[in-house]
């Protein structure tokens, strides 16, 4: 899937269609020159000259369009799922069928692009993710039909989509069991529809079945306690497409009132509607102002000598802070760029894979830039993130990329009961997590921890740490996290694993509340634990 992950559409955007096409050509019209002078091939040069006829048109079109591609590949970097929808569609009409069709033209498109080029176009898959996506982020965001229809998402403007894209949107929502949601895409795609094209049964390529959008409302309509309205729609579609069998019997099972199933609308729980309502709240939150609570610590070390890092603590019990500019823009930048090549490898190892849809690598103490960061968490925090064989102190940083609507199911980092089998180890519990922001996101993304009702808006530099066990070595059960779905732009972060193996006697807060190079209960007395 190109979008699932910024890293895959820039692979998309670094393809050069018409340089392959043009590479294709040359070949190609060198054979015909080559043939043309040999004998005994007189049999083959018609089809070779009506092939590269074809060719020549083709690489016409591809020129023509060149303004097109480059703007398909800017509206695809904007990661707004509006936009990226658009983008998709238009390009599987005017250049999928082309490109991923061996035979439309008689030949192989394969000869000038590589299986490997060829993988990194956009796909109808794409497309049906990027409708599942909207459906999606206009569930958990709580947009409205008409907004998302017109390209808006969460106050960022995108391309404005068209009926068809609703239709299809229509489809994904009620795939989600999403039925309400399903109602009001059917709606305005026919809403948008005009009565003539209706009529005009002329279905091509750029449109939807008309009367299968209305039946699938009538039957919505009907299962929503609208009965009359839904036989109604039922009655019309089938008036609109008379030969359309399945439209017929719907009609005449919902009005004969048999054989009609009850909808099962999408439950997702008391737990998950509270992780969306902190999701959609993040998003329009900016944070906190400094406040009188946030701690300055001054550190000095061999490799700082003086330093000062600002935290802000959102809750002391469990233990999770803020801190203000961890990394600078110049090193996010770097470590995005270390790992982009090697993106795509299991993000998180050991993981049950339906936690997340976001795609990442893991960059060792080898790498400068992962052995930096490792050092100045442990400069802050105090801990030892040393990486060893066995016994490990600090884990290899994980690098994670989200596209749109990318997300991590709520879990812990810890072992049980979210299967993260590598989570506990010789090297104990991974005691502490440092999560880094390395983007800013356009819309979205926050991390929520649904236990502590907080949401985390992510800010290029900042970090938060949390323990995932407590002071008496207990595992901390309202360290519930999730990664709540992009909403627009791409999110990138980095992860830093603190294994107890090493840090027996220097987690923050230990023993006593004296011993704590933190102090936090003298430094914030008044903070208010967790509900
Ligand atoms: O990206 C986020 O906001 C959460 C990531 C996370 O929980 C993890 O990497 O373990
Ligand atoms: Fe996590």
């Excluded at 060198?30 to 004998?39: A, D, M, N, P, T």
């Excluded at 040069?45 to 480059?70: G, S």
């Excluded at 359309?244 to 048999?258: M, Q, S, T, V």
Aim: a positive charge; aromatic letters at 8%; hydrophobic letters at 35%.
């Amino acid at each position: 899937r190109v979008i699932t992950s910024t890293n895959k559409f820039s692979q998309f955007a670094s393809l050069d269609l018409a340089a392959g096409l043009n590479r294709y050509l040359q070949h190609e019209t060198k054979r015909l020159e080559i043939i043309k002078s040999s004998k005994g091939y007189e049999k083959e040069l018609p089809i070779l000259k009506t092939r590269l006829k074809k060719l020549q048109l083709l690489n016409k079109q591809m020129t023509a369009r060149k303004a097109e591609l480059d703007s398909l590949r800017k509206k695809l970097s904007d990661f707004h799922p509006t936009s990226a929808l658009r983008a998709v569609s238009d390009f599987l009409e005017t250049w999928g069928e082309k490109l991923q069709n061996d035979t439309v033209y008689g030949f192989r498109f394969a000869e000038f692009l590589s299986n490997d080029d060829r993988s990194k176009l956009p796909t109808k898959s794409d497309l049906l993710f990027l409708c599942q996506a909207v459906a999606e982020i206009q569930f958990v965001y709580n947009l409205t039909t008409s907004d998302l229809y017109a390209g808006k998402v969460i106050g960022q403007k995108g391309t404005p989509l068209l009926p068809k894209d609703a239709y299809e949107i229509a489809h994904a929502s009620r795939d989600l069991s999403h039925l309400e949601q399903a109602a009001w895409w059917f709606e305005i795609a026919l809403n948008n529809t005009p009565e003539a094209e209706m009529k005009s049964k002329n279905v091509g390529n750029t449109s939807y079945p008309f009367a299968d959008a209305m039946a699938y409302l009538g039957a919505l309509k009907y299962g929503m306690d609208e009965q009359q309205k839904g036989l109604k729609l039922l009655e019309r579609a089938s008036d609109l497409d008379p030969e359309n069998d399945r439209i017929l019997r719907e009609y005449l099972r919902h009005r004969h009132g048999r054989d009609v199933q009850p909808l099962v609308h999408s439950d997702p729980g008391e737990f998950k509607m509270h992780w969306f309502r902190l999701c959609a709240n993040a998003s329009s939150t900016p944070l906190a102002p400094v406040k009188w609570y946030h701690v300055c610590r001054y550190r000095t070390s061999f490799r700082v000598p003086y330093k000062v890092y600002r935290e802000e603590i959102l809750s002391r019990s469990p233990f999770l802070s803020l801190i203000h500019d961890l990394v600078t823009p110049q090193e996010a930048r770097r470590l995005i760029n270390v790992s982009k090549d090697k993106i795509g490898h299991p993000a998180v190892e050991g993981a049950e894979s339906h936690l997340f849809n976001v795609q990442g690598t893991q960059l060792k103490n080898n790498e400068t830039i992962a052995a930096t960061i490792a050092d100045r968490i442990a400069d802050l925090t105090g801990m030892d993130t040393t990486e060893r064989k066995i016994l490990s102190s600090g884990e290899p940083l994980h690098v994670l990329n989200y596209g749109i609507s990318g997300s991590f199911q709520p879990h812990q980092d810890i072992y049980r009961p979210y299967g993260f089998s590598y989570m506990m180890n010789l090297s104990g519990h991974r005691l502490a997590s440092v999560l880094i922001y390395l983007s800013n996101v356009k819309a979205g993304g926050a991390t929520a921890f649904p236990h502590l009702n907080i949401s985390v808006t992510p800010e290029l530099g900042k970090a938060l740490l949390w323990f995932n066990t407590s002071p008496n070595g207990e595992v901390e059960k309202d360290i519930v996290h999730a990664g709540c779905p992009v909403a627009v732009g791409a999110k990138w972060v980095a992860s830093k694993g603190i294994w107890s193996s090493g840090n027996e006697l220097r987690r923050p807060c230990g023993p006593k509340v004296t011993s704590s190079h933190l102090a936090v209960d003298k430094i914030a007395p008044r903070i208010p634990a967790s509900p």
